[in-house]
Every structure is written in structure tokens, then in C-alpha cells.
């Protein structure tokens, strides 16, 4: 198993939570995490333009 499979599968179990049980505090455990993951996608996003950008501009030589 990859560490892909672990992020899917917690991403997963985010979207299921339930919030009328949980407390304050784990609501905004929830959303430090869920901001924690905002930034990865967003660094990879980035990763993925950089990537696009020096391919392109290597065709368009």
C-alpha cells in the first residue's frame, strides 16, 4: 500500500465526519487539518504549472 492510497482513504473519511458529535475543538482540529491539505494541493497545483510551463517552453523553441 502507498502513501497515496493512505491520503485517498483519509481524504475519504474527512468527507463522512460527523459533525453534530464532534467538539469545538475537534471542529477546528478538522480545519487545521483540512487547511493542511488546502496547502499540499496548492504546492502541487504550483508544482504541476512549473512542470507545464518549462515543457511548453521547451516544444515552443
Known amino acids: 500500500m502507498t502513501s497515496d492510497d ?3 482513504r483519509s481524504a475519504q ?4 465526519m460527523n459533525f453534530d458529535s464532534m467538539s469545538i475543538a475537534e471542529l477546528e482540529d478538522y480545519i ?3 487547511d493542511t491539505e488546502i496547502a499540499r494541493a ?13 515543457a511548453a517552453g521547451f516544444f515552443k523553441s
Open 6 to 8: 493512505d491520503e485517498d
Open 13 to 16: 473519511s474527512l468527507r463522512g
Open 32 to 34: 487545521a487539518d483540512l
Open 42 to 54: 496548492k504546492s502541487m497545483i504550483e508544482r504541476k504549472r512549473l512542470a507545464q510551463n518549462a
